[in-house]
T-cell receptor, first 119, second 114 residues
């Protein structure tokens, strides 16, 4: 079963505008974490932002913010003031299975959203 | 810090040949993941290790695939025999122990099996 869903295969945004990339997830673990990664055309995976399931505040990192709605199991990425360099694939990922006792966890990725920033 | 180092960066091989992909994690990182990325299937988790021990290999597609982590500074992913459908980018990623810690990716090994 798909644990992470990104319903937007492709998105376009005008330069300097804000854009929201959707991510919903499914887990029964009480403790989990959510990541967003960027993959430009060169192929490397770049970490953007992290949200823990117990975090009280939504995570922010510069122009990136995570709109975390725990009850709805959604963790949307908001990019403010889009730049041409933001054109890339964006992946939502989830860590689950972590406990202080086991320290084991696994990180799985969604299918990705391709973002194109238009000048 | 040198980051996660993968080799080879690119490999083209003939069907039936053995392929070995290598990964050197960031020093001090005790979890290591192997992922495969294709257009059709996206990023798939193949296997992950914690403190050099394989924890979950349920993502390994079939017996032709095997992975080892003989010590904290080295891991291999082997495909024997290789098939054209194994063509993909294989990423190694590592992290330190802890619920909040980021995973860091290598640059990937681009494999083409002809």
């Amino acid at each position: 079963a798909q644990k992470i869903t990104q319903t937007q295969p492709g998105m376009f945004v005008q330069e300097k505008e804000a854009v929201t990339l959707d991510c919903t997830y499914d887990t029964s673990d009480p403790s989990y974490g959510l990541f967003w990664y960027k993959q430009p055309s060169s192929g490397e995976m770049i970490f953007l932002i992290y949200q823990g399931s117990y975090d009280q505040q939504n995570a922010t990192e510069g122009r990136y913010s995570l709109n975390f709605q725990k009850a709805r199991k959604s963790a949307n990425l908001v990019i403010s003031a889009s730049q041409l360099g933001d054109s890339a694939m964006y992946f939502c990922a989830m860590r689950e299975g972590y406990t202080m006792k086991t320290s084991y966890d696994k990180v799985i990725f969604g299918p990705g959203t391709s973002l194109s920033v238009i000048p | 810090d040198a980051g996660v180092i993968q080799s080879p960066r690119h490999e083209v091989t003939e069907m039936g040949q053995e392929v070995t992909l290598r990964c050197k994690p960031i020093s001090g990182h005790n979890s290591l993941f192997w992922y495969r990325q294709t257009m059709m299937r996206g990023l798939e988790l193949l296997i992950y290790f914690n403190n050099n021990v394989p924890i979950d290999d349920s993502g390994m597609p079939e017996d032709r695939f095997s992975a080892k982590m003989p010590n904290a500074s080295f891991s291999t992913l082997k495909i024997q025999p290789s098939e054209p459908r194994d063509s993909a980018v294989y990423f190694c990623a590592t992290q330190t122990q802890g619920a909040r810690n980021t995973i860091y990716f290598g640059e990937g090994s681009w494999l083409t099996v002809v």
